[in-house]
Each structure stands twice: as C-alpha cells, then as structure tokens.
C-alpha cells in the first residue's frame, strides 16, 4: 500500500512539473557577446568576430547544483519491505552541449523482510551468534544505510532541435563510477534472547512447511520483532573499510528528465540503479538449500534511487548550462537573417551590357551605347516608333507624324494657310455653328479622373452641343514633351470624350481628338467649336503600355 502511494505521489509531481514547464523559457546567447567568452578562447572570438574563422567560441557556462531526494530499495537475497528513503546532492557542468560530468554524493537507508522463514543461518555470524538452536527457523531481516560517491557522465540529445529554438525540458542518461560504504544490522534478538518464531508458522508433513497468509504473517512479525536492529549484519572480513564501515567500488547507470521553471531552476526526475560487487548489502549471502541448507549465492545485491530532485544553476557572466541550449540556434539565425555572415556582392548577367540586369530586361539585345528606359527597351523620345539611336528627327511633334524610317515627319502647312486655302475655294469666310463658348476641363496633377466639377461642366456643355446638332466639337489636350506626357494628354482627352458619348449621349463622330498640342496647359484639356476643322474622330493611344487605369 506505501509503495502504491509512493507511485502516486510521484505521478502527481510529475504531471505538475509537466504543467509548470510548458511555456518556452528565454532565448539563447549572442555568439558576438565577448562578456561570456573565457579568456582562454577570446583569441578564438577574436578570429570569429574578424571572419578568419568560421566557429564562434564555446561560451562560458553556469554550473548546475542539485538536491534529489526519493525512494531506497535493495534487492539481495532478503525482500525489501517497502521502499527507504534517499536522498543526494550534486554538481554538474556541460563539458559540452552534449557532454557534461556530474559528481554526486549520496545516503540512503531502507529495511528488509522475509515473509518465509528460513534456517540456512549457520554460517550467518549475525544469526549464529545470537544463540538460536540447531534447525530452528528464523525470519531474515535488516536495515541498511549506504552512503555511496560517485563521478558520472551525462548524456543528453533532446537540446539539438531542428524545428524549434529550444525546449523547456530535457532526456538524459547517464553512467559512472565511484564508491560505497554501507552498514547493515539485523533484527535478531528480543532484547538479548532469540525470538520465537515458531507462532508464526504451522507446520505439516515431514519435510514441507505450510504458511499462513502473507498479511497474517506480517502481522505476526510485527507483533514479535521489536525493531531495535541490534545486532551487526554479516561481513566479509576482505574488505576494505573506511570510516570502520565496508566499502566498495560501484557502477551506476540510469536516466531522467528535467522540467526548466526559469532560467536558474529545473525539476528532475531520475532513476538509478547501482551495481555493487558485495552480496551483503542486506546482510546475507546463503540461499537456501533443501540438502545443505548452506548454499551460498553467487549473485550481487544492487540499490535502486527513484528521486525527485530540484537543480539550481549559479554562475556569473555566463550562459545557461549547454544542455539548454540548441547548437543549431546561431546558425538558423544568421541564415534567417545575416548579421555576421560575409555576404558576396551579387553579379547579376546583363548580356546586352544596357546597365538592365537580364531578368529585368525587355529587350535583351539591345545595340551597344543604345539609350534605354528603367524596362531596358529602347529610349524613344518623341513616341514616333523609331528608337532614339536611329532617329535623325528626336524630337518630332505629334501633328508631324507619321515619320519615315530615319524618324522624320512631313508637318501639315500652317492653320492660317490651310483657312486661307479653303476661303478661297469656297470664295469667302466660314462662319462657326454659333455654338458660342465650351468649357474647359481641368485635371489633378497626373489624373486622368473627372472631378465632380469636371462632370457637371461637361453636363452643361453637353446641353449646348445637343442643342446645335450641326457642331462639331473639338476637343484638345496639351504637351508632348516625353512619351509620358503624350499619354497622358491622350487619357485626358479620351476620358472626355468617353463621358460626353458614354453619360451624355452625344455621337463620337462629332468630336475631333487632339492631343499632345502647344500653347495649352499640361493638366488642362479644352472644348471649343471645331466646325470646318478636319481631323480624327479617334486615335490609337500612343504608348499603350504608359496607358493609365488600364
């Protein structure tokens, strides 16, 4: 029933540390911090922070110190009667981030029962002294106290993770060596004569024994062992002694996991068996034998320390022991984001050597020395189809073009010659519709969007053309300095013109499209009676691809 609590007990802690450690604790070191290089490796830090080497130094870390306290059991030749107790302290530094030493120093002390009695004591000197008769049966018991140094190497892998910056808890086994001395006593007289065990047992046959149930038993025992564990267990006079008590070199192997609650405390669950070369840690050594009854058993006794152990890290200037900390951490870092890393500058190709690196490049083989825009095609200033570098005519106005294949126009003869011309064909001046005055149509800066104003303007003057069916309405935007501004006086116009047909109603064949004319401001387009004027109804855009809202 102890035992079972016992367990319980350690369920519940467990769960609770499991609760306590979820969340991620902190973050890692900076690998460029020299306030936790040792001395001895500043050298090393120096070459790194240099990019002459390509390994930050190992940082100075904390030590670890540790209580652990638990439950004692022997397993010998004897029965445990439930586990001890224990307890041991220790101090443990990473030797690396998976590496770390550990030197421990432990007590602990438990007691035994056997529920079947036996009578294979002769050559027992803790029972044959005490003056049993030949043949009597006895009931092997003890209580031991070991106290036991050891130096142990820990290993742990559960810090190297490949998904995550760290974790708050941590796997590990560990193995070492060290030594023991121990104590052992027997209950084995009631005050200073021998029990009487013989109420305890019932007897049947010639040579088998009969026994009660095991509670019953205990319960007997109980009654008749006074637990004064008076007498001095059994000994091997070969061995050694320290402290006037047995020792004994022993190996210990176990594992265990840690819970981190911050950056200085971490709870521990470990077990670990030890492995003795005596078989009298509970005070006997015979087995019994139905022919000699003085067999002796060839087996070692063992101890087992199942613990719950609270760590402290101390240390300044340093890092937290490298069991905590991911390896991996700086080099995730500096290839997420570089801050020591020597990064080469980038080539990028550019076959047609235009200054537009080849995935940018719209026109990848450009002539050399050729002028070209950011899109790395060929600068054509005046938008007339001919490139810059074959234009004998730069800049050739948009009333020119058409243009030859050298880039040049063939201008139209001036307005005042071609009224001239048609006056006299028709042998006097022609008048206007009469329309009277339209308005003008003014943009934001870059827009080719119609304010309010703009629409009820257009409104009223399309009242006006409507009214006079046999106007014709020129409407006309200004500048043409680059391709840019070219487009944009051809989107205005068109947005004009657009609404007039789209919202108003009006045929597009009573408009002219002019675009990209002088004397005119840029951000303005204007609407004026274009009765008698000759020209297009509509006009490709320029250079669609300046195209705005498209």
Not at 40 to 45: D, I, N, S, Y
Not at 228 to 251: A, C, H, L, M, S
Not at 284 to 300: C, I, L, M, V
Not at 473 to 488: D, F, N, P, T, W
Request: charge should be neutral; include cysteine; proline fraction near 6%.
């Amino acid at each position: 029933m102890a035992s079972k609590k016992y367990v319980s007990f350690l369920s519940l802690l467990f769960v609770l540390a499991s609760a306590t450690s979820q969340a991620q604790l902190g973050g890692t070191y900076d690998v460029m911090d020299s306030s936790v290089v040792p001395s001895k490796r500043l050298p090393q830090h120096t070459e790194f922070m240099a990019n002459n080497y390509a390994y930050p130094a190992k940082p100075r870390n904390q030590w670890e110190i540790g209580l652990q306290v638990g439950a004692f059991g022997i397993s010998g030749d004897v029965r445990n009667r439930f586990p001890g107790i224990g307890a041991a302290l220790h101090a443990r530094k990473a030797l690396g981030y998976v590496f770390s030493l550990r030197g421990q120093v432990g007590f602990g002390t438990t007691k035994g029962l056997n529920f079947q009695p036996s009578s294979n004591w002769l050559k027992n000197s803790a029972w044959n002294s005490a003056g049993y008769a030949t043949g009597t049966q006895v009931f092997y018991n003890y209580k031991t106290n070991v106290y036991d140094l050891s130096l142990q190497g820990v290993v742990t892998l559960s810090n190297i993770r490949f998904h995550k910056a760290k974790s708050s808890f941590n796997v590990y086994a560990f193995a070492g060596l060290g030594g023991m001395i121990y104590d052992t006593k027997v209950d084995a007289l009631d005050g200073s004569t021998p029990y009487n065990f013989s109420s305890v047992i019932a007897q049947y046959g010639p040579t088998q024994y009969q026994y009660k149930d095991r509670k019953d038993i205990r319960k007997d025992l109980k009654d008749i062992l006074d637990g004064d564990y008076e007498t001095q267990g059994e000994t091997d006079n070969g061995q050694p002694k320290v402290f006037d008590k047995p020792f004994r070199f022993i190996g210990n192997v176990g594992a265990g996991v840690q819970f981190k609650l911050n950056k200085k405390l971490s709870l521990a669950i470990e077990d670990k068996l030890t492995i003795t070369k005596t078989d009298l840690l509970d005070g006997n050594q015979w087995q019994e034998n139905s022919q000699t009854a003085t067999a002796q058993s060839r087996d070692y006794d063992t101890y087992n320390f199942l613990s719950l152990g609270i760590n402290v890290a101390i240390g300044g200037k340093a890092v937290e022991p490298l069991w905590w900390l991911n390896p991996l951490d700086y080099a995730y870092n500096e290839v997420n984001k570089p801050r020591h890393m020597k990064l080469p500058k980038p080539v990028l190709d550019d076959a047609d050597g235009d200054g537009i690196t080849d995935q940018f490049d719209q026109e990848p083989n450009t002539p050399a020395g050729a002028p070209v825009d950011s899109h790395g095609v060929s600068r054509d200033t005046d938008g007339d189809g001919v490139p810059d570098y074959k234009d004998k005519e730069l800049v050739t106005p948009t009333q020119c073009q058409p243009v030859d294949a050298d880039g040049v126009g063939k201008c139209p003869p001036p307005a005042c010659c071609d009224s001239l011309s048609k006056l006299i064909a028709e042998g006097g001046l022609k008048k206007d519709c009469g329309i009277g005055d339209l308005p003008s149509i003014t943009f934001k800066p870059k827009s080719i969007t119609l304010s309010n104003d703009a629409k009820a303007l257009l409104a009223s003057a399309a009242q006006k053309i409507k009214d006079n069916p046999n106007c014709k309405i020129a409407v006309i935007g200004y500048c043409s300095s680059s391709k840019s501004e070219q487009q944009l006086s051809w989107d205005r116009v068109n947005a004009v013109i657009s609404y007039m047909v789209d919202k108003e109603g009006i045929n597009q064949d009573r408009f002219i499209f002019k675009y990209g004319e002088m004397g005119g401001d840029c951000n303005t387009v204007d609407l004026r009676d274009g009765t008698g004027e000759e020209g297009p109804t509509t006009v490709p855009a320029p250079h669609p691809n300046l195209r705005r809202g498209r």
